[in-house]
């Protein structure tokens, strides 16, 4: 199967981190991630099973991948979530969640339970009618509902989401920070990127990571923290801390260099990158009875493929196919 550590690219980076898309499917549409209607969810029968997703993460484990976070779509929609929390977790790895919270209340003691450690929560407003033009739906006090109980249920550091919209949300930034710090959430805003379904990102319309500081220092003392590492979000002392505020721009100050990111899409196709164009397929393997040696080399091969960065901002830059909504963020 490989040593530990096995996961490296041509450029060094090992790859520690596997983010799992349990499903395509939201109950939320996001302006910036959705369509409202008409988008092709993924067939059935090319979803990948709990006992597969449980078993290429185990693949992934003796990889050296040590971390496992489930996103979508949302998570939450997934019938099996308990069982693939508890099968993961069982691997020894920490696993942990992107999530909206629509439903969180009922089923945080459950997934805590099983295994599952720290959530990624997003919140873009605190106003019911701004929430509703951005997912399309009056779910805020539901989101609302399931951020309170994963804090009660343990899941910590709890860590809220935030994408600000040119003139919808952006005047917000100031607020969520409060509402974060009176709760000991740590909050991260980050800025919108080409990875919406219709396609209608546009550079001049994005919110920037330095926008979002510029504001905030009105009303806050804003101090760097220590060193990120490989964690996307640069971090701010907020009033000499200890609370701490995010900011991921991963647009206009990219971190690919430390990227230890590997993605698995619900239909079982691994990717080097949020924004690669090409996917390696392990499903088909899979279910023809390839050993775990050869689906292994399969996702080594895809990692030793990858490019130096993103290039959201080369001239020639394609956005993929797959919304973010498929491949999982």
Request: glycine fraction near 8%; include cysteine; hydrophobic fraction near 40%.
């Amino acid at each position: 199967m490989g040593s530990l550590m096995a996961l490296l690219d041509t450029y060094g980076r090992a790859h520690r981190d596997l983010r799992i898309s349990l499903t395509d499917r939201c109950s939320l549409r996001c302006t910036y991630c959705m369509p409202e209607q008409g988008l092709p969810w993924l067939a059935k029968p090319t979803l990948l099973t709990t006992e597969e997703l449980i078993h290429l993460a185990r693949i992934a484990v003796g990889l050296g991948i040590d971390e496992v976070r489930l996103t979508g779509g949302e998570p939450l929609l997934r019938r099996d979530l308990v069982d693939v929390v508890a099968g993961i977790s069982a691997l020894g790895v920490e696993v942990s969640m992107t999530t909206n919270a629509l439903g969180l209340d009922k089923m945080a003691p459950d997934l805590v339970a099983a295994g599952l450690t720290r959530v990624n929560i997003s919140l873009d407003t605190l106003d019911r009618e701004t929430f509703k033009t951005l997912a399309r739906r009056d779910r805020l006090d539901d989101t609302l509902a399931g951020i309170a109980a994963a804090d009660a249920a343990g899941l910590a550091p709890l860590k809220l989401n935030t994408v600000l919209m040119r003139d919808i949300n952006d005047h917000e930034s100031p607020a969520l920070l409060a509402f974060a710090l009176e709760h000991g959430y740590q909050l991260r805003f980050i800025e919108q990127m080409p990875l919406d379904a219709g396609h209608t990102w546009r550079r001049d319309n994005m919110v920037t990571g330095e926008e979002v500081l510029v504001r905030l220092r009105k009303h806050y003392d804003l101090t760097p923290a220590e060193q990120r590492g490989s964690a996307p979000a640069e971090r701010f002392l907020v009033d000499g801390g200890p609370a701490t505020v995010g900011v991921i721009a991963s647009v206009t100050a990219p971190f690919c260099g430390a990227c230890d990111r590997v993605r698995l899409t619900a239909d079982g196709q691994v990717r080097n990158c949020l924004f690669a164009t090409t996917e390696t397929d392990l499903r088909t393997p899979l279910r023809e009875g390839a050993s775990d040696e050869e689906l292994g080399e399969l996702v080594q091969a895809c990692i030793t493929a990858k490019l130096p960065g993103h290039g959201i901002n080369d001239p020639g830059f394609l956005q993929p196919a797959r919304p973010m909504s498929a491949i999982g963020g």
